[in-house]
């Protein structure tokens, strides 16, 4: 069974940059599994953040960007502020229409 | 401004039925793939199921059987008819459009499963 994998959690200070990852059990990650990140706080619904493995959506702001790093799909959040302290979700797709979303990581700023 | 806005939640017991609905406004509803995607209390996003431009579907293994996902483009509503639920079915039932047109998400219902 393919699994995504992400951090469970991550800390990065106010003004600082952090790279969260999104990675798979069984292949390496690449532009063909379009990769897809969301972020989401406490009782709110989940908000794209980037779909295409770099295509921001609509009204994000450019300091999240998304790239394939090394073997996994990578979200870096430039300039940390106080409201990113948030869930962060990838998806991937794997084929034949079926996506997976990982774990989450829990993004703390201090 | 694209909305969408999911319906249809409730408790049910185990082994009962529900209909979900989703509004779709604010785009062409038409020419967009359709997701639903479930959260359990406390837990991470979880896939369910898609249904493309041209209805063709797909779902993820713990609700294949069971659960099925159908589109209005007349009434630019998504559905997901639920049978045979069970408590692990528990879960904010959201809504989303596919990536392509941005990705947008409903606000989610809530849907109960328990005796």
């Known amino acids: 069974q393919t699994v995504v994998t992400q951090e469970p959690s991550f800390s990065v200070s106010p003004g600082g940059t952090v790279t969260l990852t999104c990675g798979l059990t069984?292949?390496?990650?690449?532009?063909?599994?379009?990769p897809f990140w969301c972020q989401q706080t406490p009782g709110q619904a989940p908000r794209t953040l980037i779909y295409?493995?770099?295509t921001r959506s609509s009204g994000v702001p450019d300091r999240f960007s998304g790239s394939i790093l090394g073997n996994k799909a990578a979200l870096t959040i430039t300039g940390a502020q106080a409201d990113d302290e948030s869930d962060y979700y990838c998806?991937?797709?794997?084929?034949?229409?079926?996506?997976?979303f990982g774990g989450g990581t829990k993004l703390t700023v201090l | 401004e694209v909305q969408l806005v999911e319906s249809g939640g409730g408790l049910v017991q185990p082994g009962g039925s529900l209909r979900l609905s989703c509004a779709a406004s604010?785009?062409?509803?038409?020419?967009?793939?359709m997701h639903w995607v479930r959260q359990a209390p406390g837990k991470g996003l979880v896939w369910v199921s898609r249904?493309?431009?041209?209805?063709?579907?797909s779902y993820a293994d713990s609700v294949k059987g069971r659960f099925t996902i159908s589109r209005d483009n007349a009434k630019n509503t998504l559905y997901l008819q639920m049978n045979s639920l069970r408590a692990e079915d528990t879960a904010v039932y959201y809504c989303?459009?596919?990536?392509?047109?941005?990705?947008?998400w409903g606000q989610g219902t809530l849907v109960t499963v328990s005796s």
């Open positions: 989303v459009t596919d990536a392509s047109v941005g990705g947008y």
């Open positions: 249904i493309n431009t041209d209805g063709s579907t």
């Open positions: 998806a991937l797709y794997l084929g034949s229409g079926i996506s997976v």
């Open positions: 604010g785009f062409t509803f038409s020419r967009s793939s």
């Open positions: 295409n493995t770099n």
């Open positions: 069984s292949d390496s990650v690449s532009t063909s599994y379009y």
